[in-house]
């Protein structure tokens, strides 16, 4: 499975940006799909998940400011999962990276498919 993401740019805070990761290859195996964060000097975190089946979860931070979709072609040989940032705010300065699990994505371990990240810029 190869994952491109893109989207990323620099935003004032307030404002908004989607991402977008174009899933291509075996995507059947993908069962989940998830959206990680890493800002400058801090750890890789989550940030939210979407199941083939529409499922959603959100880290806290996050909650009710993003959004995450999943559109599935018929043919299963492209997906796309998008994530729809507002309200942005400095704190969400990060490199963001799509990521593809197997398994239910509760987990970062659980996700073996992983995109180049792409950077979000918020100016406050």
């Known amino acids: 499975v190869q994952l491109q993401a893109c989207g990323g740019g620099l935003v004032q805070a307030g404002g908004s940006l989607r991402l977008s990761c174009a899933a291509s290859g075996r995507t059947f195996s993908t069962y989940v799909m998830g959206w990680f964060r890493q800002a400058p000097g801090k750890e890789r975190e989550f940030v939210a998940r979407?199941?083939?089946?529409?499922?959603?979860?959100?880290?806290?931070s996050v909650k009710g400011r993003f959004t995450i979709s999943i559109t599935i072609s018929t043919d299963n040989a492209k997906n796309t999962v998008y994530l729809q940032m507002n309200s942005l705010k400095s704190e969400d300065t990060a490199v963001y990276y799509c990521a593809g699990s197997n398994g239910l994505g509760y987990r970062e371990y659980e996700y073996i498919y992983w995109g180049q990240g792409t950077q979000v810029t918020v100016s406050s």
């Open positions: 979407i199941s083939r089946s529409g499922g959603t979860y959100y880290a806290d």
